[in-house]
C-alpha cells in the first residue's frame, strides 16, 4: 500500500523552505552590500589619516613643494598585515612629487577639501583609492598637493563576511530547526491516520461495521464519516443482494425439481399420446420458468441503484400508453376482456425510459386481465391530476385486492393466496421499482363502483 504522509512532508516542507531560502539569500546580499559600505567607511578614513601623514612629509624650497620621506618612514607608514597599499604625491603643476609612478591617475575631482575614494585596480588588483588635495603647510596661501593612496581590498571584504555570517549563521540554524520541527511533526501529527489505515487494512472484506472515529483527528473526522456512510450503504445494498440471491434461488428451485419430476414421468411412459401429454405440461412448466427467469432479471435491471443507467427523454404518456395497450388486444380478445383506453386530447409529455415505461404498464395490464373474470372489463385511463401531474391509471372489475394486502402485494414474491393464475409474484415489485426510479407515485384502490381494482402511478409531468 502507498504510504501517504512523505508527499505532505515534502510539500508542507517545500511551502517552508522555499520562501525561507529565498529571503536567506536576499537577506545575505543586502547584508554583504550594507556590511560592504561600513567597513569602506571604517577603512576609508584610515587611508585618509595616511595620506595627511604623508602630506606632512611635504616640504616647500621657497614655493616648491618637495617630499621628504625615507625608505624607512615610508615603509613604517604603508605597512599592513593584510594589505597592499600605495601613495603617490603630485604637484600643482602635476610633476610627480614621490610615491608609486605606476598609479592610476585619478579618475576625476579630487578638488580641495572634498577628497574621492572609489574602486579602481593597480596591478591587476582590485583597489580603494582615495584622492585628495591638501595644503602643505597650515597656512591657506600655502600650495597644495595631490595625494593619491590605494588600498587592496582583503581585510574590507573579510570584515564585511565576517558581519554578514553574524546574520546568517543564526538563520540558517532557524531553518535547520524548522525544517527538524516540520518533519517530526508531521510524522507524530500523521500517527493518527496511520493508525487508520492499519485499522482499514486489517478488516476483513466482509466486515462493513463503521471504523472506529474516537482517535481521529477533526480535520479527517468528516472524511471518515463519509466513508462510514458509504459503508453503511454497501452493507444495506449487500443485504438486499444476499436477500434477493437466496429469494431467487429458493423460488427457482421449486420450478425446477417440477420440471425434473415431470421429465422422469415422461421418461418412463410408453404410450405416444400420454407422452405428448407430458411434453404440453412440460412446455407449459418450462414457460412459466421463463418468465419467472425474465422478471428476476428485470427485477436486477430496476433495482434502486439504476438511475444512471435509465434513458430519461420526453414523451407523451397519453400517445405511449395507447400503443402499449394496444399491444394487449389479442390477449384481452383470448379472455374475452373488453380491454378499453381513455386519453385526453392533448398530450402530457413526462420524462420517462421508454422501455421501463413499458414494462410497467405490461405489468399492471397483464395483472389486470390476468386477475379479473373472463368476460370482464379492463380500461386503461390517462389524465391530468393536478398541476404539475398526471395520472396513468389501469382498472379491472375483477375480485378487489383486500384492503390489508394492498401494501404487501408491491413486496417481492408476495401474491394472494387463492390465486389460480400463475405468476412469480415479482410484477408489481417491479413496478415500484420503475415508478421509483421515475419519480412518480402508485396507489391502489377499489374501482369507482365499488368492485375490482384501480392502480394509478402519479408521474411528474415535465416542465414546459
Ligand atoms: N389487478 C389485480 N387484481 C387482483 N389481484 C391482483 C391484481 N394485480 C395483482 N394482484 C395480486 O397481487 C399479486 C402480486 O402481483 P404481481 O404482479 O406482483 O405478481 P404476479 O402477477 O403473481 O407474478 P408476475 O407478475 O411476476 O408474473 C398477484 O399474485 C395477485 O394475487
Ligand atoms: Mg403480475
Same mark, same amino acid.
Given at each position: 500500500?502507498?504510504?501517504?504522509? *512523505?508527499?505532505?512532508?515534502?510539500?508542507?516542507?517545500?511551502?517552508?523552505?522555499?520562501?525561507?531560502?529565498?529571503?536567506?539569500?536576499?537577506?545575505?546580499?543586502?547584508?554583504?552590500?550594507? !556590511?560592504?559600505?561600513?567597513? /569602506?567607511?571604517?577603512?576609508?578614513?584610515?587611508?585618509?589619516?595616511?595620506?595627511?601623514?604623508?602630506?606632512?612629509?611635504?616640504?616647500?624650497?621657497?614655493? +616648491?613643494?618637495?617630499?621628504?620621506? !625615507?625608505?624607512?618612514?615610508?615603509?613604517?607608514?604603508?605597512?599592513?598585515?593584510?594589505?597592499?597599499?600605495?601613495?603617490?604625491?603630485?604637484?600643482?603643476?602635476?610633476?610627480?612629487?614621490?610615491? /608609486?609612478?605606476?598609479?592610476?591617475?585619478?579618475?576625476?575631482?579630487?578638488?580641495?577639501?572634498?577628497?574621492?575614494?572609489?574602486?579602481?585596480?593597480?596591478?591587476?588588483?582590485?583597489?580603494?583609492?582615495?584622492?585628495?588635495?591638501?595644503?602643505?603647510?597650515?597656512?591657506?596661501?600655502?600650495?597644495?598637493?595631490?595625494?593619491?593612496?590605494?588600498?587592496?581590498?582583503?581585510?574590507?571584504?573579510?570584515?564585511?563576511?565576517?558581519?554578514?555570517?553574524?546574520?546568517?549563521?543564526?538563520?540558517?540554524?532557524?531553518?535547520?530547526? #524548522?525544517?527538524?520541527?516540520?518533519?517530526?511533526?508531521?510524522?507524530?501529527?500523521?500517527?493518527?491516520?496511520? $493508525?487508520?489505515?492499519? #485499522?482499514?487494512?486489517?478488516?476483513? &472484506?466482509?466486515?462493513?461495521?463503521?471504523?472506529?472515529? %474516537? /482517535?481521529?483527528?477533526?480535520?479527517?473526522?468528516?472524511?471518515? /464519516?463519509?466513508?462510514?456512510?458509504?459503508?453503511?450503504?454497501?452493507?444495506?445494498?449487500?443485504?438486499?443482494?444476499?436477500?434477493?440471491? #437466496? @429469494?431467487?434461488? &429458493?423460488?427457482?428451485?421449486?420450478?425446477?425439481?417440477?420440471?425434473?419430476?415431470?421429465?422422469?414421468?415422461?421418461?418412463?411412459?410408453?404410450?405416444?399420446?400420454?407422452?405428448? %401429454?407430458?411434453?404440453?405440461?412440460?412446455?407449459?412448466?418450462?414457460? +412459466?420458468?421463463?418468465?419467472?427467469? +425474465?422478471?428476476?432479471?428485470?427485477?436486477?435491471?430496476?433495482? *434502486?441503484?439504476?438511475?444512471?443507467?435509465?434513458?430519461?427523454?420526453?414523451?407523451?404518456?397519453?400517445?405511449?400508453?395507447?400503443?402499449?395497450?394496444?399491444?394487449?388486444?389479442?390477449?384481452?380478445?383470448?379472455?374475452?376482456?373488453?380491454?378499453?383506453?381513455?386519453?385526453?386530447? %392533448?398530450?402530457?409529455?413526462?420524462?420517462?425510459?421508454? @422501455? $421501463?415505461? $413499458?414494462?410497467?404498464?405490461?405489468?399492471?395490464?397483464?395483472?389486470?386481465?390476468?386477475?379479473?373474470?373472463?368476460?370482464?372489463?379492463?380500461?386503461?385511463?390517462?389524465? $391530468?391530476?393536478?398541476?404539475? &401531474?398526471?395520472?396513468?391509471?389501469?382498472?379491472?372489475?375483477?375480485? !378487489?385486492?383486500?384492503?390489508?394486502?394492498?401494501?404487501?402485494?408491491?413486496?417481492?414474491? &408476495?401474491?394472494?393466496?387463492?390465486?389460480?393464475?400463475?405468476?412469480?409474484?415479482?410484477?408489481?415489485?417491479?413496478?415500484?421499482?420503475?415508478?421509483?426510479? %421515475?419519480?412518480?407515485?402508485?396507489?391502489?384502490?377499489?374501482?369507482?363502483?365499488?368492485?375490482?381494482?384501480?392502480?394509478?402511478?402519479?408521474?411528474?409531468?415535465?416542465?414546459?
Amino acid at each position: 500500500m502507498r504510504k501517504p504522509e *512523505p508527499r505532505l512532508r515534502r510539500k508542507l516542507l517545500a511551502w517552508l523552505l522555499g520562501p525561507l531560502v529565498v529571503l536567506l539569500v536576499l537577506d545575505t546580499g543586502a547584508a554583504y552590500w550594507n !556590511s560592504l559600505r561600513f567597513s /569602506d567607511l571604517a577603512y576609508d578614513r584610515a587611508l585618509y589619516e595616511i595620506g595627511r601623514e604623508i602630506v606632512l612629509h611635504v616640504k616647500l624650497d621657497g614655493n +616648491r613643494p618637495r617630499l621628504d620621506l !625615507s625608505e624607512a618612514a615610508s615603509n613604517i607608514l604603508l605597512l599592513d598585515q593584510e594589505d597592499l597599499l600605495f601613495f603617490r604625491v603630485v604637484g600643482e603643476d602635476g610633476a610627480t612629487l614621490g610615491g /608609486d609612478a605606476e598609479l592610476p591617475p585619478p579618475q576625476r575631482g579630487g578638488e580641495p577639501g572634498k577628497p574621492r575614494v572609489y574602486r579602481d585596480t593597480v596591478r591587476g588588483e582590485p583597489v580603494r583609492m582615495l584622492v585628495a588635495w591638501m595644503p602643505v603647510g597650515a597656512d591657506a596661501a600655502t600650495p597644495k598637493v595631490l595625494v593619491q593612496v590605494a588600498e587592496t581590498l582583503h581585510k574590507r571584504t573579510r570584515l564585511a563576511w565576517e558581519m554578514v555570517a553574524n546574520v546568517v549563521v543564526p538563520q540558517l540554524l532557524l531553518i535547520v530547526m #524548522a525544517t527538524a520541527v516540520v518533519w517530526f511533526g508531521v510524522s507524530r501529527g500523521l500517527e493518527p491516520l496511520q $493508525r487508520l489505515r492499519r #485499522a482499514v487494512s486489517d478488516r476483513s &472484506h466482509l466486515d462493513l461495521s463503521p471504523i472506529d472515529t %474516537h /482517535d481521529v483527528p477533526g480535520e479527517v473526522r468528516p472524511l471518515v /464519516d463519509e466513508v462510514n456512510e458509504l459503508m453503511a450503504r454497501l452493507g444495506r445494498t449487500f443485504d438486499f443482494q444476499s436477500r434477493f440471491v #437466496a @429469494d431467487a434461488a &429458493h423460488q427457482l428451485k421449486t420450478p425446477v425439481s417440477g420440471l425434473k419430476a415431470q421429465i422422469e414421468l415422461a421418461l418412463r411412459e410408453n404410450d405416444a399420446e400420454r407422452v405428448r %401429454h407430458s411434453l404440453a405440461q412440460l412446455y407449459i412448466s418450462a414457460d +412459466r420458468l421463463s418468465r419467472l427467469v +425474465r422478471q428476476l432479471l428485470s427485477l436486477a435491471r430496476n433495482e *434502486p441503484g439504476a438511475l444512471d443507467a435509465m434513458q430519461l427523454q420526453p414523451l407523451d404518456l397519453n400517445a405511449y400508453a395507447l400503443e402499449v395497450s394496444m399491444d394487449w388486444v389479442p390477449q384481452a380478445l383470448k379472455r374475452d376482456i373488453d380491454l378499453g383506453f381513455e386519453g385526453v386530447e %392533448h398530450p402530457l409529455v413526462i420524462n420517462a425510459d421508454r @422501455d $421501463r415505461l $413499458r414494462e410497467l404498464i405490461n405489468n399492471l395490464i397483464d395483472n389486470a386481465i390476468r386477475y379479473s373474470q373472463p368476460s370482464g372489463r379492463v380500461t386503461v385511463r390517462v389524465t $391530468r391530476s393536478d398541476g404539475d &401531474h398526471c395520472r396513468l391509471a389501469i382498472s379491472d372489475d375483477g375480485p !378487489s385486492v383486500p384492503v390489508e394486502e394492498r401494501a404487501r402485494i408491491f413486496e417481492r414474491f &408476495h401474491r394472494l393466496l387463492g390465486t389460480q393464475e400463475d405468476g412469480s409474484g415479482l410484477g408489481l415489485a417491479i413496478v415500484s421499482e420503475i415508478a421509483t426510479l %421515475h419519480g412518480a407515485r402508485i396507489t391502489l384502490e377499489e374501482d369507482i363502483d365499488g368492485v375490482g381494482n384501480t392502480f394509478s402511478v402519479f408521474f411528474p409531468l415535465r416542465a414546459a
